[in-house]
């Protein structure tokens, strides 16, 4: 049945090939729609258009957006979400939340300030509260790309960074390894 409208989180290890996941799944709602068009956020700056091209993805069809920090990411995707009606045909990824810094923490580096970021959170669950009801009521799919890590513990969980805000959020969330089975 494909991508639901809503937030779908595609999270894993480095090197797991997340992006190339979710360009598929771009690749994909655009076979399905001729007439849609996909939005990228790009905040690794890895993907360019004939990486795009090499993936079967039309290139003329995706508008690259690259970001530096999740204000950023919020001020702009607000802005195109409210130009979205239902209807319209639109894919939105965003590669990668984990790598985003907030403002604050941007700023503070170029001040030469080493404190603590503690509005990096807070901007998250601003963004996921802000465009979760926009991508439910109008239909669309987003992609977001994301890491993990483990906890230290003895048994040690698997933790998606961003805290609550984006796994209670998410409408799918699917967490990639490269682990393999083994025998014995």
Do not use: W
Request: with cysteine.
């Amino acid at each position: 049945g494909g991508l639901t409208p809503g937030l779908t989180i595609l999270a894993g290890e480095s090197k797991s090939f997340k992006t190339l996941l979710g360009l598929y799944c771009m690749r994909a709602y655009l076979d399905m729609y001729k007439d849609a068009i996909a939005i990228l956020y790009d905040s690794e700056f890895g993907v360019t258009p004939e990486y795009l091209t090499s993936n079967g993805i039309d290139a003329e069809r995706v508008l690259h957006v690259p970001i530096e920090h999740i204000e950023q990411l919020k001020f702009d995707v607000v802005k195109r979400l409210e130009e979205i009606k239902r209807g319209d045909k639109v894919f939105i990824m965003v590669d990668s939340l984990g790598n985003l810094a907030s403002k604050k923490e941007t700023e503070d580096a170029l001040d030469e300030k080493s404190v603590a970021d503690m509005s990096r959170a807070k901007a998250i669950r601003s963004l996921m509260r802000i465009i979760t009801p926009h991508l439910t009521m109008k239909d669309l799919p987003c992609v977001v790309i994301n890491h993990i890590y483990t906890t230290m513990e003895l048994y040690s969980k698997v933790v998606i960074p961003g805290g609550t805000a984006v796994t209670y959020a998410a409408n799918q969330i699917f967490v990639i390894s490269k682990s393999q089975e083994k025998d014995g």
